[in-house]
């Protein structure tokens, strides 16, 4: 079995020759939308930018929960394409440039699973004024009641004849954790060829396991980082066979099982970090420092004997990637990340780095990771925002925000999140608030099933100019926030009528 890190996949989407059969295949007037329109589950389009500055919008409707694909390339010309996705409430979700796990440089991919129901907005545009045709993609599903895997407890996953995709999730625990792969069939050596993609609770597919050559694959996981969705099909519709599901603690997760390497007599040695005492001194010795100097960020870390290249990635405080982040690094152990101002309120970060290598067996190796804290810096402008707020009583959840004015802030931004148990930050809503106000009242905004809620006012000196498509602020100044709580609700809470 062979774990190929997504950087590797291009090689095993669709070929081209399969897409131009597709469009041959299809009624020219569903498959060519130059200006825009709409698109479905399953559909293919081929549009073209024909200006630097124009920007073809597509709609498609979808429900809570559905797992959506967007894929993005170039087809024809120079365009190098860039997705942006807006919700039905208005508000940008997503936006991608590129497509960071892929070898071509002029494609763009999006996952997710979708937070509202309604209307969504696909917005497509070349990347530095580039143009020419492009092929759009669009592969979505609806929701699926998922089998729960339990920490420590294996699952026999068969696998029929031409079957569905079948949907197993589990959320990561409070400890290093490992997804455990193992075929359960028979073969010269082990031949059946299932195919597992493990995805995060955005959406993002984060590995792709492949059957046929081994006898278990691994993924190392942080700990407390979400909610996971493993789906597990074959990879050949006529075979049908059975794979064994594993989560575990890393400490306690089983013994490496090494298995022929497809010689006659050749043995696969357990991988360093998935040893039996995990890596040992091989990842334990595996760590990243950090300089920062304002927003820029210089990240060094130890080699990792036998890798072959190095992935980087920064995620925020609530577990959203920043986009521009991911980087393939094949030459050396040290990168320079330079954080977007409208990004620095989302902090906290967390920067990963991860080891791999692709020889025979190409194998995901340690994973290391460092934090990165903006707290407490001050620009030239202010030195901070001292924010408030004051909960509504009676009816629905709301509450009115306040804060200083910054004398030179033409916006501001409101980032709502929701604090879980353990304390993480869950990202509600992005709103953007003239630079002349000094209050914004919000309701609708705060879910039942979380009693704690951070709010965090950023100020910009610009109200546009930033963002994918420039109508985000940016010239970031300071910011500030406040913890609102609200209690059960009822009389009691309320208080006497004024």
Do not use: K
Request: hydrophobic share 40%; proline share 7%.
């Amino acid at each position: 079995m062979r774990y190929r890190p997504l950087v590797r996949l291009a090689r095993y989407v669709l070929i081209v020759g399969l897409l131009l059969v597709f469009l041959i295949l299809q009624p020219s007037s569903g498959t060519h939308a130059q200006i825009g329109g709409t698109i479905g589950y399953g559909g293919l389009l081929l549009g073209t930018v024909t200006r630097p500055d124009q920007s073809l919008s597509y709609s498609f409707n979808g429900n809570v929960g559905d797992s959506v694909q967007i894929t993005v390339r170039n087809w024809t010309g120079s365009v190098d394409p860039a997705i942006e996705l807006v919700m039905p409430d208005g508000v940008t979700t997503l936006s991608r440039p590129n497509n960071p796990f892929s070898n071509d440089l002029l494609e763009a991919a999006l996952s997710l699973f979708l937070p509202q129901a309604g209307a969504y907005s696909l917005r497509i545009r070349g990347e530095q004024g580039t143009t020419g045709e492009f092929i759009l993609r669009l592969q979505g599903r609806a929701a699926v009641d998922a089998i729960e895997l339990l920490y420590g407890l294996p699952l026999d996953a068969f696998v029929p004849v031409s079957p569905p995709q079948q949907y197993y999730e589990f959320e990561a625990q409070d400890c290093p954790t490992i997804l455990t792969v193992t075929n359960l069939s028979d073969g010269l050596p082990f031949t059946f060829p299932f195919f597992a993609t493990i995805s995060d609770e955005q959406g993002t597919p984060l590995a792709q396991f492949y059957g046929g050559d081994a006898v278990e694959d691994r993924l190392l996981i942080p700990a407390l980082s979400g909610r996971y969705e493993v789906a597990v099909s074959s990879a050949d519709p006529d075979v049908s066979g059975s794979v064994e599901l594993l989560v575990s603690c890393a400490d306690q997760a089983p013994a490496c099982v090494p298995g022929p390497s497809g010689g006659e007599s050749g043995v696969r040695a357990c991988r360093p970090c998935f040893d039996d005492d995990f890596g040992g001194d091989v990842c334990d010795a595996f760590t990243i420092d950090v300089e920062r100097s304002g927003g820029t960020a210089v990240f060094t870390w130890t080699p990792v004997e036998g890798a072959e290249w190095y992935i980087f990635s920064v995620i925020d405080a609530s577990g959203g990637l920043l986009m521009d982040s991911p980087r393939l690094i094949e030459d050396g152990t040290t990168h320079t990340y330079i954080f977007n101002p409208a990004d620095l309120p989302r902090g906290p970060f967390t920067a990963f780095v991860s080891a791999g290598a692709e020889t025979g067996d190409p194998d995901y190796l340690c994973v290391a990771d460092v934090d990165v804290s903006f707290d407490g810096d001050v620009t030239d402008t202010c030195s901070g925002l001292e924010v408030g707020a004051d909960i509504v009583p009676g009816g629905p959840r709301a509450a009115v925000v306040h804060w200083t004015a910054v004398p030179d802030a033409q916006a501001y931004l409101l980032h709502i999140y929701a604090v879980a148990d353990d304390g993480g930050l869950i990202g509600i809503r992005v709103l953007t608030v003239p630079g002349d106000a000094t209050t914004y009242h919000l309701s609708d905004l705060f879910p039942a099933e979380y009693d704690q809620y951070q709010v965090r006012v950023a100020a910009y000196s610009e109200a546009s100019g930033g963002g994918a498509f420039g109508d985000m602020p940016q010239g970031y100044l300071c910011d500030g926030d406040v913890t609102i709580t609200f209690g059960p609700l009822g009389p009691v809470e309320w208080g006497p009528a004024v």
